[in-house]
């Protein structure tokens, strides 16, 4: 059974930083691929970074240069360091995995969620 954890989240003031941890059980076994997620109030959920099993990242235009994603495949799990946080990075933050078979994505789980709130 797959499972995903969210936290790390709080109150923080704008330019500060937080760390979100993603623990996982059940999906570093297969192939995958992880990511951060986001939802602020009224809009849609986008990507704000993902990672490959082989490492390779991407990055949502918003949060280049102050977000950082990185996995450690022996505690598997999955993080986001972020720094110079503005107000507009507050949202709901949810980590995705995506299980691969092959080429295929066979599955898509997600997290329960974890707030963040900059305030100016």
Not at 17 to 26: E, K, V
């Amino acid at each position: 059974q797959v499972q995903l954890v969210e936290s790390g989240g709080g109150l923080v003031q704008a330019g500060g930083s937080l760390r979100l941890s993603c623990a996982t059980s059940g999906v570093f076994k297969y192939g995958n691929a992880m990511a951060w997620y986001r939802q602020a109030p009224g809009k849609s959920r986008e990507m704000v970074a993902t990672i490959n099993n082989r490492g390779v990242k991407r990055y949502a235009d918003s949060v280049k240069g102050r977000f950082t994603i990185s996995r450690d495949n022996a505690n598997e799990s999955v993080y986001l360091q972020m720094n110079s946080l503005k107000p507009e990075d507050t949202a709901v933050y949810y980590c995705k995995a995506e299980l691969f078979s092959g080429l295929v994505v066979e599955s898509t789980h997600w997290g329960q969620g974890t707030q963040v709130t900059v305030s100016a």
